[in-house]
């Protein structure tokens, strides 16, 4: 089973800072997956990338995939309470083949 | 975006007991799959579920501990069988429209406790 190791673990940063999660593997991915799970809720996807050294941005949200699609970061820009919640990051391909392999999860916290 | 539905939405059982959670989803999705998640970590795959035909477990997952129907397109239910306090943990189903690496669509999940 490949691993995608998330980090950090957990987070908890003021109202209004920046932050970043990152997502890393040895295995190399046909495109890599990010989602949001909130308390009592299933996760909810919010970027899919594709390409190496891809960038998306969704609002105060940055996503990269690595050049070498081994790996993948997550920027909040001026974090708002409403950011609070698990970030999952899915991989898909490499030594899994089809399946989606899901990292360990950040949990980042909010403070106003 | 798909709607998921599961219910119960929690239960607390006695260990030796089974108890069947129920997912329905909307015609948008093809392929379901149930997953299970301990709060705030990873999710880990326990089974694909097929319509009309027996599920496809995951290494560690079996029919006999986990039974899985999918009688139509829409709906699913998993069955966790004689209860043991280590599978308390939340139940979660998905959806996609084409396959395993598709946007996953989430049910709101099932919080099961066993005592």
């Known amino acids: 089973t490949q691993l995608l190791e998330q980090s950090p673990q957990f987070l908890s940063i003021q109202e209004g800072e920046n932050l970043t999660v990152y997502c890393n593997s040895s295995s190399v991915f046909s495109s890599l997956q990010w989602y949001r799970q909130e308390p009592g809720e299933g996760p909810v996807l919010l970027v899919t990338v594709v390409t190496g050294g891809e960038v998306k941005k969704l609002k105060r949200l940055t996503f990269q995939f690595g050049d070498a699609r081994k790996d993948s970061s997550l920027h909040i820009t001026a974090a708002q309470p409403g950011d609070t919640g698990l970030y999952l990051c899915a991989g898909v391909g490499g030594t899994s083949g089809s399946r989606l392999t899901f990292g360990e999860g950040t949990q980042l916290t909010v403070n106003p | 975006s798909a709607v998921i539905s599961q219910k119960p939405s929690r239960d607390i059982c006695q260990r030796g007991t089974s108890l069947t959670i129920q997912c329905q989803v909307d015609?948008?999705?093809?392929?379901m799959f149930w997953y299970r998640q301990q709060p705030g970590q990873s999710l880990t795959l326990i089974a694909t579920?097929?319509?009309?035909?027996?599920?496809?477990?995951e290494s560690g997952f079996v029919i006999d501990k986990f039974p899985i129907s999918r009688p139509n397109l829409t709906f699913s239910t998993l069955t966790v069988s004689n209860m043991s306090p280590e599978d308390s943990s939340i139940y979660l189903c998905?959806?996609?429209?084409?396959?395993?690496?598709?946007?996953?669509?989430f049910g709101p999940g099932t919080r099961l406790t066993v005592l």
């Open positions: 579920a097929n319509q009309g035909s027996e599920a496809t477990y």
């Open positions: 015609s948008q999705v093809t392929m």
């Open positions: 998905s959806g996609s429209r084409t396959s395993n690496t598709d946007t996953q669509y």
